[in-house]
């Protein structure tokens, strides 16, 4: 997952199902970006969607400002984001940050996404290894290696 920030890749810094981004307050053309998988193809369902977070909050923070929540029903969410379900809306795949969300907003701005879930596995076609990508375990093995 990360950030499309006025054309910048921006990368969060990660606790558990929760992320946070520092945005400029100028920021324009925001993007939240995240990997789709289709729980069909992956699975015994039969939701042919292209899944990508399934967010279960969004917040906004500026200086001294209190937080500001946004709802997952707001209308300003519609562009790359599926209906909300119960107590959370998932994206699909590159979704659209609207920057009218950041107005009142002065200095850098926090953004907290908390997901309700880890991602969903994807699936990873044949040849892919041999390309450099790996499926989801595998990569999570890896870093798990790495890290010890």
Same mark, same amino acid.
């Given at each position: 997952?990360?950030?499309?920030?006025?054309?910048?890749?921006?990368?969060?810094?990660?606790?558990?199902?929760?992320?946070?981004?520092?945005?400029?307050?100028?920021?324009?053309?925001?993007?939240?970006?995240?990997?789709?998988?289709?729980?069909?193809?992956?699975?015994?369902?039969?939701?042919?969607?292209?899944?990508?977070?399934?967010?279960?909050?969004?917040?906004?923070?500026?200086?001294?400002?209190?937080?500001?929540?946004?709802?997952?029903?707001?209308?300003?969410?519609?562009?790359?984001?599926?209906?909300?379900?119960?107590?959370?809306?998932?994206?699909?795949? #590159?979704?659209?940050? @609207?920057?009218?969300?950041? %107005? !009142? /907003?002065?200095? *850098?701005?926090?953004? &907290?996404?908390?997901?309700? +879930?880890?991602?969903?596995? #994807?699936?990873?076609? @044949?040849?892919?290894?041999? %390309? !450099? /990508?790996?499926? *989801?375990?595998?990569? &999570?093995?890896?870093?798990? +290696?790495?890290?010890?």
């Amino acid at each position: 997952m990360h950030l499309e920030v006025d054309g910048a890749r921006l990368l969060p810094e990660t606790r558990g199902l929760s992320a946070c981004f520092v945005l400029p307050a100028d920021a324009r053309e925001i993007w939240l970006c995240a990997p789709t998988s289709v729980p069909a193809q992956v699975s015994d369902s039969v939701d042919e969607r292209a899944l990508g977070l399934c967010l279960s909050g969004l917040t906004l923070t500026a200086g001294f400002e209190a937080p500001r929540a946004v709802s997952l029903n707001d209308p300003a969410l519609a562009a790359s984001f599926h209906a909300e379900e119960s107590e959370h809306r998932w994206t699909a795949g #590159r979704a659209r940050l @609207p920057a009218g969300l950041l %107005a !009142g /907003l002065s200095g *850098p701005v926090f953004l &907290r996404l908390d997901l309700s +879930a880890p991602p969903l596995p #994807r699936w990873v076609g @044949p040849g892919a290894e041999a %390309a !450099g /990508l790996k499926p *989801p375990q595998a990569e &999570r093995d890896t870093r798990r +290696a790495e890290a010890a």
